[in-house]
C-alpha cells in the first residue's frame, strides 16, 4: 500500500468538497441545498426512495477482533475496529468526517460522517446519491439493501463512479435516529473491491448504536 495514496486523496477530497448545506425555507421548511443548486426535504422525503429495498435475512455482528471502540462524540453510536488491521484519526477541521479509517497494510479506506440533525433515511440515501453524483457524474446505485447490524436496522448502498480517471467503489452504512445521522462508508478502487470486500464487511459491522 502506498501511504497516503492517490485513491485515497481523490475520495476523500471530492466527498468533501461535493457537500450539503442545510438551509430553511421561508415557510419554515428545513432543507438541504447542493453546490449543482438541488436541495431535497430533511422531513418529509417520501418522494425520493419510491422502489422497494429488501431486508437481508442474515444477522450482520462485529468480528471477534474488533476489540476497540471509536466512540462519536456527535451521535449516539460508534465502531468496533480490529486496532492491528485498522488505524484511524480524527477528521480534520472543516471537514464533515469525525473519524477516518485506513487499513494498514492494503489500499482500503473508510470514514464515519456523523451529525447532530436527524434525518429521515429516505432523504439519507439521496443525500448520499447526490453528494457521490456531484463528485463522480457518471456514479451508478449497484446495490442496496436493509441489514441488522449488531441489533441495529441500517440501510447498506453500493455505489461506483469514475473520479478523475480512478474507477471507485463507495460501500457504506447509513443510519438515523432522534440522536442524529450517520454515514459510515468504505471505499476503494474498483479493480480491488472483490478481494478486498471481506475485509471491508469486518470494519462496517463493527458500526453499534450506544443508547436506545
Known amino acids: 500500500m502506498i501511504k497516503n495514496s492517490l485513491l485515497s486523496f481523490l475520495l476523500l477530497v471530492s466527498f468533501y468538497t461535493f457537500g450539503q448545506i442545510n438551509a430553511v425555507t421561508e415557510s419554515g421548511d428545513e432543507v438541504i441545498l447542493y453546490d449543482d443548486g ?6 418529509d422525503s417520501s418522494t425520493h426512495l419510491t422502489e422497494t429495498v429488501k431486508m ?9 477482533s474488533s476489540t476497540f471502540l471509536v466512540k462519536s462524540k456527535k451521535t449516539d453510536v460508534g465502531v468496533n475496529i480490529n486496532p492491528k488491521t485498522w488505524k484511524f484519526t480524527k477528521g480534520k477541521t472543516g471537514q464533515p468526517a469525525e473519524f477516518v479509517f485506513q487499513n494498514k497494510t492494503e489500499d482500503m479506506y473508510g470514514m464515519l460522517i456523523a451529525e447532530k440533525i436527524s434525518i429521515d433515511i429516505k432523504a439519507l440515501k439521496q443525500i448520499a446519491l447526490n453528494n457521490a453524483k456531484s463528485a463522480a457524474p457518471d456514479v451508478k446505485l449497484t446495490n442496496q439493501e436493509y441489514r441488522m447490524v449488531n441489533g441495529t436496522k441500517v440501510l447498506m448502498m453500493e455505489m461506483r463512479g ?16 432522534d440522536s442524529g445521522s450517520v454515514q459510515f462508508l468504505t471505499y476503494t478502487s474498483q479493480n480491488l473491491f472483490e478481494e478486498y470486500k471481506k475485509e471491508m464487511e469486518k470494519l462496517l459491522n463493527g458500526f453499534v448504536v450506544l443508547k436506545k
Open 38 to 43: 438541488s436541495w431535497v426535504y430533511v422531513a
Open 56 to 64: 437481508n435475512e442474515k444477522v450482520f455482528k462485529a468480528p471477534k
Open 162 to 177: 469514475t473520479i478523475q480517471g480512478v474507477k471507485f467503489v463507495y460501500y457504506g452504512y447509513y443510519y438515523s435516529d
